[in-house]
């Protein structure tokens, strides 16, 4: 069984993984609007792979016999000044849950709750991706912000075929 601490802090991160889900679905609505479809596919992915984190941390307190509570969250930021802003935002974002990933990691450690420190393993390892690539799109949006097609070129340029990663965590519901 998880520990105590550790099941109340996890349901709290599934509110704030659902969170993430609507602002990056926000941030993909901004950029369809704009007809921006390489911004807003990205987005649009990244929203679908925020709510499959949720998810994956639903599934693992089902199968450590946990009580789900699902938290209210707040709505999402919607209007935004200019292209660069929403990706800012998605960055900030992907810095404050490596924090709050990195801080129910210790709790599992501190609690040796062994099973949940592996749980946590493939969370740590994703978002140092997710910051890393967020942390290049800025850099070219911030480059590009007065051409939008030479940001969109990036993104068909540089978007690669991704293969489900067997290492992954299940998904509640999958």
């Known amino acids: 069984m998880a520990a105590p601490r550790f099941i109340a802090r996890l349901n709290e991160q599934i509110g704030n993984e659902f969170a993430a889900h609507q602002q990056y679905l926000a941030c993909a609505i901004y ?5 921006m479809p390489q911004m807003a596919t990205l987005f649009y992915a990244q929203a679908l792979e925020e709510r499959d984190h949720a998810m994956m941390m639903i599934q693992y307190l089902l199968d450590a016999d946990a009580q789900v509570s699902i ?3 707040t709505g999402p930021t919607n209007d935004f000044s200019d ?6 935002l998605a960055l900030d974002q992907e810095k404050r849950v490596t924090e709050q990933i990195y801080a129910l990691t210790a709790i599992a450690r501190e ?11 493939w969370f740590i390892k994703e978002q140092v991706e997710e910051v890393s690539s967020m942390t290049a799109l800025l850099t070219v949006v911030k480059r590009s912000s007065n051409d939008i097609e030479a940001i969109e070129d990036y993104l068909a340029r540089e978007k690669r075929a991704s293969e489900p990663d067997p290492t992954a965590p299940a998904i509640a519901g999958a």
């Open 111 to 121: 609690e040796n709750d062994f099973a949940s420190d592996q749980f946590m393993q």
């Open 71 to 73: 938290p209210a969250i």
């Open 31 to 35: 950029f369809d609007a704009l007809t």
């Open 83 to 88: 292209v660069v802003e929403p990706v800012l």
